[in-house]
């Protein structure tokens, strides 16, 4: 069975740096951070102050509010992205056949929504508790709605392997188009559970930053980085086979090469340099591309002492002396780690910078780490032609996931 080239008609983001695809793109070439005080809640009793907030955020100019009424802040961001990158790759639903396009999001628990209906059942007792809560909560409701919005019946899934969520969801669409399964699949990852429990949680196991100053807190690969951000938004594209997108005149952003995968089996939650490689090699294999020809790694890059040093290792495992001369950077030293969405929103920065020529910098980089020696595009992004870009995930527990993005050539 002959395998169908997957290509990229649509991107749409919804991030810490601005809700629209310019105003991402914007932000991150010119080295602006999105991390702040958190707003959304009081946290004087947390040890942890900072996150990677979305801003300004209003459902009600994505759907309609009845609609915003009954779905979470994590699924009103894969909509309002989900639209947008519909809208970017042109696509006329009422001309497609609804059969042949799915939806692949990776997406979280709706910890907030949980932990109100708890207070109500505690206080005010089972028979107040909202009906509306499962289906609100569920980690599929993102491609659920995403689906109806659309009227679209192939495949519907919702992918989850922890940081590695949305390049899996990316990938798993990937897979769907290769095989013949779908000719269109609207895939990414969406975020959005910066509340009190896992701020609390992850501030306790000592892995988020604790810096004051929200702008420096994420630094990924300085010697002086000491812990990550959480974040939230939402990241989705239009993938098509490439027959149907030159079939329909779409305009293509970019070809999705390669996926790879792979598991530590290693610990529950320190990452495994050699599984690291064997994904990125199996990337690369699968794009059909030999080391030596990637121009760029967008880097997981989560700005902690073990994930960093260990990315840093794996990237020379695959690439040998010639990971030196690679440019690497991390989008989350600006946007957080938006832990479902971030492999998603992170290979359409990737698609961006294939396509402008412009790589986002690493900011904050101030102190070489001797285990973090490689370039890593220290805080001024970078004009440099890139054909080939590699973009990985990591997930904690071992979930390893890397893309490979390729400029379109016809």
């Known amino acids: 069975m002959s395998q169908s080239r997957v290509v990229i008609t649509g991107v749409g983001a ?7 695809i310019d105003k991402f793109w914007q932000g991150l070439t010119g080295g602006k951070s999105g991390i702040g005080l958190i707003t959304r809640f009081d946290t004087t009793s947390l040890s942890v102050k900072i996150a990677a907030e979305v801003n300004d955020f209003d459902p009600a100019n994505y759907m309609e509010l009845k609609l915003a009424d009954r779905t979470a802040r994590f699924t009103q961001f894969a909509i309002a992205a989900a639209k947008m990158a519909a809208e970017s790759a042109r696509l006329d639903f009422s ?3 609804s059969e042949r396009i799915g939806v692949t999001i990776a997406s979280c628990v709706d910890v907030e929504s949980i932990s109100q209906e708890l207070e109500v059942l505690k206080n005010r007792g089972p028979k107040r508790v909202s009906p509306l809560l499962i289906s609100r909560i569920g980690p599929h409701m993102a491609a659920v709605h ?17 940081c590695a969520s949305g390049a899996d969801a990316l ?3 990937f897979d769907h188009i290769r095989w013949g399964h779908a000719d269109v699949m609207i895939a990414g990852g969406t975020e959005s559970a910066i509340t009190p429990l896992p701020i609390a949680a992850l501030g306790n196991v000592g892995a988020l930053s604790r810096e004051t100053n929200p702008v420096r807190a994420c630094r990924p690969f300085d010697l002086n980085r000491n812990g990550f951000v959480y974040g939230e938004g939402a990241g989705i594209m239009v993938l098509e086979s490439y027959e149907h997108a030159t079939g329909r005149g779409a305009t293509i952003l970019a070809e999705l090469g390669g996926v790879g995968r792979s598991f530590d089996a290693y610990n529950e939650a320190a990452p495994n340099p050699d599984t690291q490689a064997m994904a990125m090699s199996i990337a690369l294999r699968d794009a059909r591309v030999d080391p030596d020809k990637i121009d760029y790694i967008n880097a997981h890059g989560t700005s902690t002492k073990l994930n960093d040093a260990t990315e840093t290792k794996a990237i020379k495992i695959v690439f040998g002396n010639h990971a030196y001369k690679i440019p690497v950077s991390s989008n989350k030293s600006m946007m957080g780690h938006i832990i479902s969405a971030a492999g998603a929103i992170e290979a359409i920065a990737s698609v961006l910078t294939i396509n402008s020529g412009t790589i986002p ?3 904050n980089y101030e102190t070489p780490d001797p285990e973090c020696d490689l370039d890593y595009v220290p805080n001024i992004a970078r004009k440099s032609r890139v054909d080939i870009c590699l973009s990985n ?8 996931c890397c893309l490979v993005l390729k400029r379109f050539n016809g």
């Open 95 to 97: 001309r497609e056949t």
């Open 171 to 173: 990938a798993t669409a």
């Open 393 to 400: 995930s990591f997930g904690m527990g071992g979930q390893n």
């Open 361 to 363: 910098p690493t900011i």
């Open 14 to 20: 919804i991030t810490p740096l601005g809700l629209t």
């Open 146 to 162: 995403v689906g109806l919005m659309f009227g679209v019946k192939g495949p519907n899934t919702s992918v989850n392997t922890a």
